[in-house]
């Protein structure tokens, strides 16, 4: 309990990326504190859920089997995130993740309906895209069915980033 306490301390003081360094050093050489650093992500103080999560994110870079029992965990809270930073941070910790055993039918489904939201940000919109492209990478036949869904939604108003990026996908899908 004490190690949370710490981490709270820490992620309270200002935005830095050393303090988010210190905080990834420190689980790095004493992975025991990994878990009160996960339990973080969800405090009810957002500033520091948000922190905690771009900790992880960052140890997710470097250890991403230590994520990978928390996969579906991670699927469930993603609708439930309380800020734009925290999603993002959570669908870039899944973007990393191998996946493994049955096909996340509920992560594709909610990549597809939010990927084009305009109530999403550009970056959580391109996570959201990377994220169902890398899943139809698992299994092809949805492939076809997210260039059609892009496709016709050429008429609406895409961001050009958005577009950039569903061209780069369909340049890496034909090759």
């Given amino acids: ?85 925290i999603k993002r941070l959570r669908l870039s910790i899944l973007y990393q993740l191998p996946v493994t055993g049955d096909f996340p039918v509920t992560l594709f489904d909610y990549c597809i309906n939010h990927m084009l939201s305009p109530g999403e940000s550009i970056a959580v919109q391109a996570l959201y895209m990377k994220l169902a492209y890398k899943l139809c990478m698992q299994e092809q036949e949805l492939l076809r069915e997210l260039k059609v869904y892009l496709e016709n939604s050429r008429g609406n108003r ?10 780069k996908m369909r340049q890496t899908a034909k090759a």
């Fill in 1 to 85: 309990m004490e190690k949370v306490t710490d981490f709270r301390r820490l992620l309270l003081e200002s935005l830095s990326r050393k303090i988010i360094d210190q905080i990834v050093i420190s689980v790095s050489r004493r992975p025991q504190e990994f878990i009160p650093l996960i339990q973080l992500t969800k405090d009810s103080e957002i500033k520091i859920a948000w922190r905690a999560t771009w900790a992880c994110e960052k140890l997710c870079k470097m250890y991403p089997e230590w994520f990978v029992p928390y996969y579906e965990q991670l699927i469930q809270e993603l609708p439930d995130s309380p800020h734009d930073g």
């Fill in 158 to 167: 895409i961001p050009c980033e958005i577009q950039h990026l569903f061209r």
